[in-house]
C-alpha cells in the first residue's frame, strides 16, 4: 500500500516496508506527533471549501458544519475518515494537557489521556465521514473534560 505520508516518515527513520510506529511512538513522540498531524486529504478538502485547519477545537467545530461531499466518492470515504480521525488525534494532543499518541502492537494510532483513558480517533473519524456522526468537536469535549 502506498500511504506517502508513512513513506516519507520510513525515510526520515531510516526504516524498511515492515516498520511500523509502535516503537516510534516511546522513542520519538514528537516526530509520531509530527507524522500524524499531517492528514493530506482532509487539509486539502478543507481548504478546498476555505477552511484553514490550524489544529485548535474550533477548526473541529468548523469541519464539522461542512456539506460532506466527500460522501459522494466511495473510494476516498475512508481516507478521509482515517484523516479526520489523525486530525482530531492531533487536536486533542496539542491542546489537552496530558494527552500523548500512544500506537498499538499492530500500528493502530489512539490518544491516551492521563487517566489513562485511549480514545480511538480514528474509528471516531471515519464513522464522522461516513455519517457525520459522532462529531468531531464532541468528541474532544468528552476528551478535554475527563
Not at 2 to 16: M, Q, S, T, Y
Not at 70 to 95: K, M, Q
Not at 116 to 121: D, F, Y
Amino acid at each position: 500500500m502506498n500511504i506517502p505520508f508513512l513513506d516519507n516518515w520510513r525515510k526520515r527513520v531510516g526504516g524498511a516496508g515492515g516498520t511500523t510506529l509502535a516503537p516510534a511512538a516511546g522513542s520519538d513522540p514528537e516526530g509520531v506527533a509530527e507524522l500524524l498531524s499531517e492528514c493530506e486529504l482532509l487539509r486539502a478538502q478543507a481548504g478546498q471549501s476555505g477552511l484553514r485547519l490550524d489544529d485548535t477545537p474550533e477548526s473541529l467545530e468548523a469541519l464539522d458544519q461542512l456539506p460532506p461531499r466527500w460522501r459522494d466518492d466511495p473510494e476516498e470515504l475512508p481516507w478521509l475518515g482515517n484523516d479526520a480521525g489523525l486530525y482530531l488525534g492531533t487536536v486533542i494532543v496539542f491542546t489537552v494537557p496530558g494527552a500523548v499518541w500512544h500506537i498499538w502492537p499492530g500500528g493502530h494510532p489512539v490518544v491516551r489521556l492521563v487517566s489513562g483513558r485511549e480514545i480511538r480517533v480514528v474509528e471516531a473519524g471515519v464513522a464522522w465521514a461516513m455519517t457525520g456522526a459522532p462529531q468531531l468537536s464532541q468528541v474532544y469535549a468528552e476528551a478535554a473534560e475527563a
